[in-house]
């Protein structure tokens, strides 16, 4: 039982997207599932599907998937973030000169990080 469980975590984990990027989160209220105050990239790999969509460092995440970022719980927003292999993922994002505009990227192969797993960290 215990090795058929194991496998099926690896296909599951294997099947989970990458889309190149990771993000600071500051919120407010209960540490482990806060309101997002603001989303920023922090780092977008070159060469890998947020790159190619032109999401750069410094851009604000103001929605994923249609859903606002800002004024969002950490546990509403993070799995909007998680897709499978070829799925898309749709952010509106505003730059540092205040233009906005939407990017989609599609997942590759392994995801990189989630909100969650920023705020989680700290």
Same mark, same amino acid.
């Given at each position: 039982m215990l090795l058929l469980a194991i496998a099926a975590m690896a296909v599951a984990k294997a099947e989970q997207g990458y889309v190149g990027l990771t993000v600071d989160?500051? &919120? !407010? &209220?209960?540490?482990l599932n806060p309101t997002i105050t603001t989303a920023t990239v922090k780092q977008v790999v070159a060469g890998s599907p947020a790159g190619t969509a032109d999401i750069e460092a410094g851009d604000e995440i103001l929605e994923v998937e249609g859903r606002a970022v800002p004024g969002s719980r950490a546990d509403a927003v993070a799995p909007l973030m998680e897709k499978g292999v070829g799925q898309s993922l749709t952010l509106k994002l505003r730059r540092s000169n205040g233009a906005v505009y939407a990017a989609y #990227?599609?997942? #590759?192969? !392994?995801?990189?990080a989630t909100a969650r797993a920023q705020i989680e960290r700290g």
């Open positions: 989160v500051d &919120g !407010t &209220g209960f540490l #990227a599609a997942y #590759a192969v !392994t995801l990189v």
